[in-house]
């Protein structure tokens, strides 16, 4: 099972960008569909964006698009998450997940076997 560590989080003012990245170890994540979810203090953990495995296709929440981008380097085992013009209500503890299962819905929390612990990103405004 492939083991994965996020990086990049931090402060930034209203406006700003930051990016993440997601280190794996003990496995090659080019088998796997990889995905970030964010959870903020009091909510439910959701879904941000995800990228399947040859990094055909990206989804990402309504709330992200166009600011946010997911990418992958499956010769370096990584997963990015560059996020422009960000806002407060983007504060949350981000989290990358993976999965080797096929044919699932991208957005669903449950369908990821593998999590990091996470990264916390605060917005302040």
């Known amino acids: 099972q492939v083991q994965l560590v996020e990086s990049g989080g931090g402060l930034v003012q209203a406006g700003g960008s930051l990016k993440l990245s997601c280190a794996a170890s003990?496995?090659?994540?080019?088998?796997?569909?990889m995905g970030w979810f964010r959870q903020a203090p009091g909510k439910e953990r959701e879904f941000v964006a995800a990228i399947t495995r040859m990094a055909g296709t990206t989804e990402y929440a309504d709330s992200v698009k166009g600011r946010f981008t997911i990418s992958r380097d499956n010769a370096r085992n990584m997963l990015y998450l560059q996020m422009n013009s960000l806002s407060p209500e983007d504060t949350a503890v981000y989290y990358c997940?993976?999965?080797?299962?096929?044919?699932?819905?991208?957005?669903?929390?449950?369908?990821?076997?593998?999590w990091g612990q996470g990264t916390q990103v605060s917005v302040s405004s």
């Open positions: 997940a993976a999965t080797l299962k096929t044919g699932i819905r991208l957005t669903a929390l449950g369908w990821y076997d593998s």
């Open positions: 003990g496995s090659s994540i080019s088998s796997y569909i």
